[in-house]
């Protein structure tokens, strides 16, 4: 049973655009949701967080929104540019413990 | 070396033999996990640990064993490779100090395994 999934594997977007990624999770006992960004031959590095009682979280380009209603994430990065690039993992944490469930991966294409 | 250093960073066997990936952090971190990485899947985790000698099953343990007998250390065995255990394999750690958000973990940088 997947408890969080990242439906689009893959997203192209231009320079200078908005790139929006998604996120989708089951479990309501989650309390931090995280994202991770990954480039090739290397390890995930946090991004952004957001507590699960916020709806939004903003640091710098990126902004994180959570709809609890709907059991949805997203990440906005605004302007994108080409060091964007890279596969963005989604993660959600368990209330009151340290592991981490993570979606899919979708890998964010920026296009010049 | 500061941080988290995974060994091998590549590694090549066959099927049946026993392979022992390592993982080592200076950061004094309580916490260390093991992951996978496959397509389609995301990272999934295998075991992970709370301190030394504390070790529990993640998502996908079976196949794997780990110890954790030094708190900088937590060693991932695959005590009879299969082909369906080729993948790359991340470790992680994090602390509980608060001096980081919460749940933000650190990643090695991966070790790819492929088993022939």
């Known amino acids: 049973d997947q408890q969080v999934k990242q439906n689009s594997p893959s997203l192209s977007v231009q320079e200078g655009r908005i790139s929006i990624l998604n996120c989708d999770y089951t479990n309501s006992m989650f309390d931090y949701f995280l994202w991770y960004k990954k480039y090739p031959a290397e390890g995930p590095t946090f991004l952004i967080s957001?507590?699960?009682?916020?709806d939004k979280n903003e640091d710098g380009r990126f902004t994180v929104f959570l709809n609890k209603s709907a059991k949805h994430l997203s990440l906005h990065i605004v302007p994108s540019q080409p060091g964007d690039s890279a596969v963005y993992f989604c993660?959600?944490?368990?209330?009151?413990?340290?592991?981490?469930?993570f979606g899919q991966g979708t890998r964010l294409t920026i296009n010049p | 070396d500061a941080g988290i250093t995974q060994s091998p960073r590549y590694k090549i066997t066959e099927t049946g033999r026993q392979v022992t990936l390592m993982c080592h952090q200076t950061w004094s971190h309580s916490y260390m996990f093991w992951y996978r990485q496959d397509l389609g899947h995301g990272l999934r985790l295998i075991y992970y640990?709370?301190?030394?000698?504390?070790?529990d099953k993640g998502e996908v343990p079976d196949g794997y064993v780990v110890s954790r007998s030094k708190t900088e250390n937590f060693p991932l065995t695959l005590e009879s490779a299969t082909r369906s255990q080729t993948s790359v394999y991340f470790c992680a750690s994090t602390t509980t100090s608060g001096a980081s958000p919460p749940g933000e973990q650190f990643f090695g940088p991966g070790t790819r395994l492929t088993v022939l």
């Open positions: 993660a959600a944490r368990h209330q009151g413990a340290q592991k981490l469930v």
């Open positions: 640990s709370a301190a030394a000698d504390i070790t």
């Open positions: 957001i507590s699960s009682i916020k």
